[in-house]
């Protein structure tokens, strides 16, 4: 089963950054498309940024210039850099994998980790 462990969430200024970890087990990366998901209570869980197997990167209009993905397949790791943060930001992060490309904008993966908590306040 793959198993996913998310890090680096915390408590930031508006206009500050973090550095969103994910480190997948349980399968090979390589083959995969990997995205990071947010999730508010009262919405859905929604796709931010994706890293497909082969190389192309897509991220939502509201994260667009401000956060960057990346991948290591070598460590079965995904990072995700978040830059200029705002209120809005406030969200649990999620990484999760799919086979498919482009990934869907709204999960529908059944497995997921515990998440990495991101607030983003003044």
């Known amino acids: 089963q793959v198993q996913f462990v998310e890090s680096g969430g915390g408590l930031v200024q508006p206009g500050g950054s973090l550095r969103l970890s994910c480190v997948v087990s349980g399968t090979n990366l390589r083959p995969y498309a990997v995205g990071w998901y947010r999730h508010t209570p009262g919405k859905q869980r929604e796709l931010v940024a994706a890293?497909?197997?082969?190389?192309?990167?897509n991220y939502a209009d509201f994260v667009k210039g401000r956060f960057t993905i990346s991948r290591d397949n070598l460590k079965n790791a995904v990072y995700l850099q978040m830059n200029s943060l705002k209120v809005e930001d406030t969200a649990a992060y999620y990484c999760n994998v799919a086979r498919t490309w482009p990934m869907p904008t709204i999960a529908s993966m059944s497995s997921w980790g515990q998440g990495t908590q991101v607030t983003v306040s003044s």
């Open positions: 890293f497909s197997a082969i190389g192309p990167t």
